[in-house]
DNA sequence: CTGAAAGCGCTAACAC
DNA sequence: GTGTTAGCGCTTTCAG
């Protein structure tokens, strides 16, 4: 089923097929409406790879995450998909697996067939995503290299009102469960959270969790319960879901014994106690990402726009009362 | 930056650059190394619209969900993206947002640039199934039309055990929270539990809630309880978490009031109290699928396998204890 | 408003 | 083992 066939069948050239699909405005609309049922009839579609080759546009676009089944991304997965598919992109999904080469390859063999990419978290290193930018424009999500668009999910609102929180509470020391270390988001949790515990003279101890998991979460409790913590901040809601199954098990009350806190609240009210976490806007974030990609692709021009999402402390159950007296 | 760019600098013919990156083993190791290096210095990549205009092939696979925000799919989407992504297959997202004409034109779209398809859940009807088919293959998961590849779980087995549970601890009535009306999976879940509850000499009622989200489940409440039934199966554990929230704020115990039991098994022990549930294995799925779908493009030929996952109860808290008398 | 013709970058016979 | 030669199906000047 090609063009020619159409072309023949209606009586017309190929160059008119052609304009019925790409320029219709330019032809007689009856002439349109005539080809336009034959191709109907025959089940025409275009063939994607002869425009492509002609125009050297794709129609397509990427979204490349670390981990689809970390349950902040299909939210943002989602609005770009279906921000992309309005304007008539088609959407590649790249899962990384946490991994920066594997996200090197995979952005790499994508480059050939998209117009663009929306990188969430990426996990590659500076000078590897700008040799990208290069190749294809590029937005980032939670991550910040300066001249490319990005949306950054700002976590010091909710860090400050977080410590503040504790604070008042009377707790004194709490643990920080890190994320991946080549997060960008682990490191601006960090240093939220070091400037907010500083200025409110609050001891910070770090525990590396790598990889973030439920099971990285439990595993971590040991060393949360020997720090002399009264209180933890997960890198996200699954690794604190996870530190809660933990103290759990173990009998140990939250929040009576440990507070809790997460980020993400991509959880809702879900865990038991009801998790008190720092808000993330995913959807957001995306359609965000989403909307900048497609104006550079619409101006052909890189903007270098950097979208700043603040956020802000959930209160719920995990952080209800004061930390029990100890030692 | 094109073959024939290389092709001169490196003091070769077209063809013998083509043949380096296509089918390198016809060539001297020497000119193909030679070439390589051309290459790579001037940064090649294949012009994938070139290549699948001239072939006939696109390297491509599209994966279409009805939601990925539905925990369900991550899972099975990151396997068959893995599984594609080792084959050389890219991978095109489709989120269906629980519409069928939407997945209609996204698999209409689609279709123009990809060798296959993997439709989980599909809300499609046969008959645009059947079509869409024919252009390309598909491989259906919890979907079964003969003929095509099919992943199914089965939940039978799972709901068996379910209503025998039940029964054992005295339950008499249980209500059923019913998922999207197109869904197959639903169809098969009321038809399992019918089945079994039958045999118990159980009564089931069905409450319709359309699309299968939290807040339904909360909603659901009102109708549950006036049902008089003891015991509630929903459709999915996001629904089961969402009644359990609205039993929560209600004041009314699980299990003590009410036991309650979800599908899919995608929370692990992460709601309170942890869910019963009924296993799906949804990253078993999306491997079975991508399997399928690689071995029908890599023979050529349309294969009806029909493979049957079989799911079995999970037994957590949420039915623990025998139904309170009550009236 | 429509047609003729050139060519996008690659692969695939077919020669040599 | 390598080069020559045709296209793949579409868009796009350029004419008319």
């Known amino acids: 089923m090609t063009i020619g066939d159409i072309a023949d069948l209606a009586g017309v050239s190929r160059s008119t097929v052609s304009r019925v699909f790409s320029r219709p405005e330019l032809l007689n609309p009856a002439t349109v409406a005539r080809v336009r049922q034959v191709a109907e009839r025959l089940g025409?579609?275009?063939?994607?790879?002869?425009?492509?080759?002609?125009?050297?546009?794709?129609?397509?676009?990427?979204v490349v995450v670390p981990d689809i089944a970390n349950p902040f991304?299909?939210?943002?997965?989602?609005?770009?998909?279906?921000?992309?598919?309005?304007?008539?992109?088609?959407?590649?999904?790249?899962?990384?697996d946490e991994v920066a080469d594997r996200e090197a390859d995979l952005t790499q063999r994508l480059s050939a067939q998209v117009e663009g990419f929306v990188l969430a978290s990426?996990?590659?290193?500076?000078?590897?995503?700008?040799?990208?930018?290069?190749?294809?424009?590029?937005?980032?999500?939670n991550r910040d290299v300066e001249g490319l668009g990005r949306v950054l999910i700002d976590p010091s609102g909710g860090m400050d009102e977080a410590i503040a929180h504790l604070d008042r509470l009377g707790h004194q020391r709490v643990v920080y469960l890190s994320g991946p270390a080549e997060s960008w988001s682990d490191q601006q949790r960090r240093q939220a959270l070091a400037t907010a515990a500083h200025s409110a003279g609050m001891d910070v101890i770090i525990l590396?969790?790598?990889?973030?998991?439920?099971?990285?979460?439990?595993?971590?409790?040991?060393?949360?319960?020997s720090s002399g913590a009264?209180?933890?901040?997960?890198?996200?809601?699954?690794?604190?879901?996870?530190?809660?199954?933990?103290?759990?098990?173990?009998?140990?009350?939250?929040?009576?014994?440990m507070s809790v806190i997460g980020c993400d609240d991509t959880l809702a009210s879900g865990t038991h106690p009801a998790l008190t976490t720092i808000s993330a806007a995913s959807a957001a974030a995306g359609?965000?990402?989403?909307?900048?990609?497609?104006?550079?692709?619409?101006?052909?021009?890189?903007?270098?726009?950097?979208?700043?999402?603040?956020?802000?402390l959930v209160l719920r159950a995990t952080t209800d009362v004061a930390p029990q007296q100890t030692g």
């Open 122 to 141: 990426p996990r590659l290193d500076e000078d590897r995503i700008r040799e990208l930018d290069i190749q294809r424009p590029i937005v980032l999500v």
């Open 287 to 312: 359609d965000a990402a989403a909307e900048l990609l497609l104006a550079i692709l619409r101006s052909g021009e890189r903007e270098s726009t950097r979208i700043v999402i603040p956020t802000h």
């Open 73 to 96: 991304f299909p939210p943002l997965v989602r609005r770009v998909q279906a921000r992309a598919d309005r304007e008539g992109y088609a959407v590649f999904l790249g899962d990384s």
């Open 230 to 257: 009264t209180a933890v901040i997960a890198f996200d809601d699954v690794v604190a879901q996870g530190v809660m199954s933990g103290l759990s098990l173990r009998g140990i009350d939250v929040p009576a014994r």
């Open 208 to 225: 590396e969790l790598g990889r973030p998991s439920s099971e990285a979460g439990r595993d971590a409790v040991s060393g949360i319960l």
């Open 44 to 62: 025409y579609v275009v063939n994607h790879a002869a425009r492509a080759l002609s125009t050297g546009r794709f129609g397509n676009i990427a």
